[in-house]
């Protein structure tokens, strides 16, 4: 039963420090999405990737988020700093192909920045 | 900026009813896709329906699709407990098939 996997699954950390997150998206699959969902804003998607390749990061604030995929097997999120308006669910999510199709999604990081 | 909009944001109902969201949305479209979350966990792709079809049926689920009023709908039929959970539209935009545009949800409560 393939699944995309993240971690950590709960994140507490402190106003400056830096937050690491990881994704394992679905073997095979080419395009891996980050996502960020707070009450007040739903799900906004902060950049994805295909074939590993940066397409769109214009959701993501520059100055303090980035994202990279190593590897076919590995997408990491980074906050530094991290400050508490960063307090969210962080969703990675793959999927196949080039059109945008079916997504699937991970279980999800939630961050808490005190 | 949200594309869709689910209606209505809240649905309580009984076990067997029948539950109907809707969404609207604002730009031409590729295909709308229905998908659930239940709380804690990571969204659950439904179902697709492309913007040539007007209607798709997967199990219980009924989704409708009207492109000349830029509206979707998503019928639960008989539905359970275990149906509790938010409904989120998203659709995939004409000439910008990049990105899906995601809506606010609509969280269902269904009581046995």
């Known amino acids: 039963d393939a699944r995309v996997t993240q971690t950590p699954r709960h994140k507490v950390t402190e106003m400056g420090q830096e937050v690491t997150m990881r994704c394992q998206p679905i073997?095979?699959?080419?395009?891996v999405f980050w996502y960020r969902q707070t009450m007040m804003q739903g799900l906004e998607l902060l950049a994805y990737?295909?074939?590993?390749?940066?397409?769109?990061d214009s959701g993501m604030p520059k100055d303090r988020f980035s994202a990279e995929m190593p590897d076919a097997t590995l997408a990491t999120l980074k906050i530094q700093p991290s400050e508490p308006r960063d307090s969210a669910v962080y969703f990675c999510a793959s999927g196949q192909g080039q059109g945008f199709y079916e997504q699937y999604f991970g279980p999800g990081t939630r961050l808490t920045v005190t | 900026s949200q594309q869709g909009e689910e209606d209505p944001q809240a649905l309580s109902i009984q076990e067997g009813e029948n539950a109907t969201m809707n969404c609207s949305y604002k730009t031409s479209i590729n295909n709308l896709q229905w998908y659930r979350q239940n709380s804690g966990r990571g969204l659950v792709h439904l179902i697709l329906?492309?913007?040539n079809e007007r209607e798709k049926h997967s199990g219980r689920l009924r989704v409708t699709l009207d492109t000349s009023k830029k509206s979707s709908s998503l019928l639960i039929t008989a539905s359970r407990a275990a149906d509790t959970a938010s409904y989120f539209c998203?659709?995939?935009?004409?000439?910008?098939?990049?990105?899906?545009?995601w809506g606010l949800g609509t969280s269902l409560a269904v009581n046995p």
């Open positions: 073997l095979g699959h080419n395009t």
């Open positions: 998203a659709t995939s935009n004409a000439g910008n098939n990049r990105k899906l545009i």
């Open positions: 329906i492309r913007s």
């Open positions: 990737f295909r074939n590993r390749a940066p397409l769109d």
